[in-house]
């Protein structure tokens, strides 16, 4: 099978974590749930301190549609609604819930409903009433991706079961042991979407994978397909190019070329809600790294905080240089294990000084290895630059900052260890809140 311009092969790090099966964590004796699990509008509490509240229970919300309802992932007692540290943002407003060691289900849920009776419509709002967000990172509300404008005409799914960044092992073990759910998922997946063609991509470094979900999808219009192992095969625009031969254009969206993608916990999540009424209040996720005694995949409440998955894996087993929220080619450096585990959380890094990389930073040498690297076709070295000395709109109108994914790919093989993501992360932002003055001085 033909593979993606550019990409990286690194080491995939996985033997930590590849044959441990899922483990459900205990339960902490308190949740830090954030407000902010999603890309879109904030969700506002519906409880306040004080609240006695039960696991499934719905605790924030928003009117708006691009958004995502917030849950109770335990039964306890509201004990505060502050700002805590957060994985993404630094810190967010969040429902910290003490446990009550009862693990009640609020009334009504779960529920036994056979999915197949009902509609596309009853469908879409189930999953939009279970707060179920992309689980692959990105967090993007689900319902919106499944409800493309009638313009945009679908006619492929496709199921991300890639997962192509180092240590994370979360979907390829949910692959192994949620098969049935993953199943399920995507049928429902395609009938909200109205769709009849579907694919998995799985990456060919993890062959019995590919062989469980070819058996399971056995019969079925969902062809399983085996990918040539490369980072960032699991990139939306990378498994599309892959799998379908169409091409995203530049600033554009999967919908523009009649796909629509999804990740393996974001379907295991759409089963569960769709057939039992379980909202989305736990997850998948990775504990890994040289610095942790015991990796473990780990069956956690949202949440839960880094030190809880921490005490689950036995603690540390040296000395502890650096936390990622997610892999180490996009995830993002902690300075605290308080932060909590989020629907977006898919693994949690605990590494020594013999996995970072401590190198000084220098000036671009245009040795052009990052242009090799990029899977879009960009120039890294030119955005990095741009975005160092503060020429932000260059970068977006002369390079197209914005097509840029932030895979880490460039970083990855730049012999003067150039912050090249950081730099147009930075970039972006600054647009961002550029574009943001102008629509205030339009609507004034």
Same mark, same amino acid.
């Given at each position: 099978?033909?593979?993606?311009?550019?990409?990286?092969h690194? @080491?995939d790090?996985?033997? /930590?974590?590849?044959?441990k099966?899922? !483990?459900?964590?205990?339960l902490p004796?308190?949740?830090?749930?954030p &407000?902010r699990?999603?890309?879109?509008a904030?969700v506002?509490?519906?409880?306040k301190?004080? @609240?006695t509240v039960?696991?499934?229970?719905?605790i924030?919300?928003?009117?708006a549609f691009v958004?995502?309802?917030v849950h109770a992932?335990?039964s306890?007692k509201?004990?505060?609604i502050a700002?805590y540290?957060?994985?993404v943002f630094g810190s967010?407003m969040?429902?910290?819930?003490e446990?009550d $060691?009862?693990?009640?289900?609020?009334?009504g849920?779960?529920v036994?409903r056979?999915?197949e009776? &009902?509609d596309?419509?009853?469908?879409s709002?189930?999953?939009?009433?279970?707060?179920i967000?992309g689980?692959g990172g990105?967090?993007f509300?689900?319902? #919106?991706k499944?409800?493309p404008p009638? @313009?945009?005409?679908i006619?492929?799914f496709i199921?991300n079961?890639?997962?192509?960044?180092?240590?994370?092992?979360?979907d /390829?073990r949910?692959m192994l042991?949620?098969? !049935?759910r993953i199943?399920?998922g995507?049928?429902?997946?395609m009938? #909200? &979407?109205g769709?009849s063609?579907g694919?998995?991509?799985v990456e060919d470094n993890?062959?019995?994978?590919?062989?469980?979900?070819?058996?399971?999808?056995?019969?079925?219009q969902v062809?399983?397909m085996a990918?040539?192992t490369?980072?960032?095969? $699991?990139?939306?625009?990378?498994l599309?190019?892959?799998?379908?031969?169409r091409?995203v254009?530049?600033?554009?969206l999967?919908?523009d #070329?009649g796909t629509?993608?999804q990740?393996?916990?974001t379907?295991?999540?759409?089963s569960?809600a769709?057939?039992?009424?379980i909202?989305l209040? !736990?997850?998948?996720v990775?504990v890994?790294?040289?610095?942790v005694?015991?990796?473990?995949n780990l069956?956690m409440?949202?949440g839960s905080?880094f030190?809880?998955?921490?005490s689950?894996? $036995?603690?540390?087993s040296?000395?502890l240089v650096? =936390? =990622?929220n997610?892999g180490?080619?996009?995830g993002?450096a902690?300075?605290?294990?308080?932060?909590?585990?989020?629907?977006?959380?898919?693994g949690?890094?605990?590494l020594?000084?013999k @996995?970072?990389?401590?190198?000084?930073?220098s000036a671009?040498i245009?040795c052009?290895?990052c242009? !090799?690297?990029?899977p879009?076709?960009?120039?890294p070295?030119m955005?990095?630059v741009?975005?160092?000395?503060q020429?932000y709109?260059?970068?977006k109108e002369?390079?197209d900052? &914005?097509?840029c994914?932030?895979c880490?790919?460039?970083v990855y093989?730049?012999?003067?260890k150039r912050?090249?993501?950081?730099?147009?992360?930075y970039?972006?932002?600054?647009?961002a809140?550029?574009a943001?003055?102008e629509?205030a001085?339009?609507?004034?």
């Amino acid at each position: 099978m033909k593979s993606f311009h550019g990409g990286v092969h690194p @080491d995939d790090s996985k033997k /930590y974590t590849a044959a441990k099966p899922i !483990e459900t964590a205990p339960l902490p004796a308190k949740v830090i749930i954030p &407000l902010r699990q999603h890309i879109g509008a904030p969700v506002s509490p519906i409880v306040k301190k004080g @609240d006695t509240v039960k696991k499934g229970q719905l605790i924030a919300q928003s009117d708006a549609f691009v958004s995502g309802n917030v849950h109770a992932s335990i039964s306890g007692k509201v004990v505060e609604i502050a700002d805590y540290p957060h994985s993404v943002f630094g810190s967010c407003m969040s429902i910290v819930i003490e446990n009550d $060691g009862l693990d009640e289900w609020v009334e009504g849920i779960p529920v036994q409903r056979q999915w197949e009776k &009902l509609d596309a419509k009853e469908l879409s709002g189930i999953i939009r009433e279970a707060g179920i967000v992309g689980m692959g990172g990105a967090t993007f509300p689900t319902h #919106v991706k499944l409800a493309p404008p009638p @313009d945009k005409k679908i006619d492929t799914f496709i199921l991300n079961a890639a997962e192509c960044e180092p240590f994370l092992t979360a979907d /390829y073990r949910a692959m192994l042991e949620y098969t !049935e759910r993953i199943v399920t998922g995507v049928k429902i997946t395609m009938k #909200v &979407l109205g769709v009849s063609t579907g694919y998995v991509g799985v990456e060919d470094n993890k062959p019995d994978a590919v062989k469980a979900l070819q058996n399971a999808f056995n019969g079925t219009q969902v062809k399983v397909m085996a990918l040539p192992t490369k980072y960032p095969q $699991g990139a939306e625009k990378m498994l599309i190019k892959v799998l379908t031969g169409r091409e995203v254009p530049s600033g554009g969206l999967p919908m523009d #070329v009649g796909t629509v993608v999804q990740n393996v916990g974001t379907v295991v999540a759409i089963s569960d809600a769709a057939t039992k009424g379980i909202p989305l209040i !736990e997850r998948v996720v990775t504990v890994s790294g040289s610095a942790v005694k015991e990796p473990k995949n780990l069956l956690m409440r949202v949440g839960s905080t880094f030190a809880d998955a921490l005490s689950c894996c $036995g603690g540390l087993s040296g000395e502890l240089v650096k =936390i =990622i929220n997610g892999g180490p080619m996009m995830g993002f450096a902690q300075s605290t294990m308080d932060v909590p585990v989020i629907k977006g959380t898919s693994g949690i890094l605990f590494l020594s000084k013999k @996995d970072v990389n401590y190198d000084k930073e220098s000036a671009c040498i245009h040795c052009g290895r990052c242009v !090799e690297a990029c899977p879009m076709g960009l120039n890294p070295s030119m955005l990095s630059v741009l975005g160092e000395r503060q020429l932000y709109v260059e970068a977006k109108e002369e390079y197209d900052l &914005l097509d840029c994914m932030e895979c880490g790919s460039c970083v990855y093989v730049c012999p003067a260890k150039r912050k090249i993501v950081q730099y147009i992360r930075y970039a972006k932002a600054q647009n961002a809140i550029q574009a943001q003055k102008e629509q205030a001085k339009v609507a004034v």
